[in-house]
T-cell receptor, first 113, second 115 residues
């Protein structure tokens, strides 16, 4: 079946660097995409979202890019900090009115001081 | 504003037993979703409740059942527990009256171990 997946299970960066976490999706009916951050021992926390009628959205230190042509989503974190260390999930939602996002496996981001 | 709270935080059961997990949704939210998260995996959708009615269900057997109460709190029940049911069970609430932004607010989960 169609699913959300991530290219890299682990990403290690130095503090202050920019981080890019990638995600591939295959369901062409998906119209809403969300990035979540999950710290150890906690539930996922919303970071940023984007709808399929957009190709870029910016938040505080984070940017999400959506490329519908190749069904690719990325999360960019500027000036990565040790507090950004966590597992990051992309999730897709299929249109139709209900918000029931499907999560990918996740990428572990490790930030070295 | 009170966030999503789940109980118990940890529990241990044996195969064949039954378990009930509880969730209090964030104030003003009318939708509750339950997810199962196995170690090293992303959350897998179990079901969603909207105003006390099931609003969607994932690929889980009927021994996974749920309820939503008039105050929008919710329960997840699992019967005939199996070893593979060991996981973190996450509850998420969303939606305000008339508006559903799509953002899920997660609790910290209930860690279930089945022996």
């Amino acid at each position: 079946g169609e699913s959300v997946g991530l290219h890299l299970p682990t990403l290690s960066v130095q503090e202050g660097d920019n981080s890019i976490i990638n995600c591939a999706y295959s369901n062409s009916a998906s119209d809403y995409f969300i990035w979540y951050k999950q710290e150890s021992g906690k539930g996922p926390q919303f970071i940023i979202d984007i709808r399929s009628n957009m190709d870029k959205r910016q938040g505080q230190r984070v940017t999400v890019l959506l490329n519908k042509t190749v069904k690719h989503l990325s999360l960019q974190i500027a000036a990565t900090q040790p507090g950004d260390s966590a597992v990051y999930f992309c999730a897709e939602n299929i249109g139709g009115g209900s918000y029931i996002p499907t999560f990918g496996r996740g990428t572990s981001l490790i930030v070295h001081p | 504003e009170t966030g999503v709270t789940q109980s118990p935080t940890h529990l241990i059961k044996t195969r064949g037993q039954q378990v009930t997990l509880r969730c209090s949704s964030q104030s003003g939210h009318n939708t509750v979703s339950w997810y199962q998260q196995a170690l090293g995996q992303g959350p897998q959708f179990i079901f969603q409740y909207y105003r006390e009615e099931e609003n969607g269900r994932g690929n889980f057997p009927p021994r996974f059942s749920g309820l939503q109460f008039p105050n929008y709190s919710s329960e997840l029940n699992v019967n005939a527990l199996e070893l593979d049911d060991s996981a973190l069970y996450l509850c998420a609430s969303s939606g305000t009256s008339g508006v559903n932004t799509g953002e899920l607010f997660f609790g910290e989960g209930s860690r279930l171990t089945v022996l």
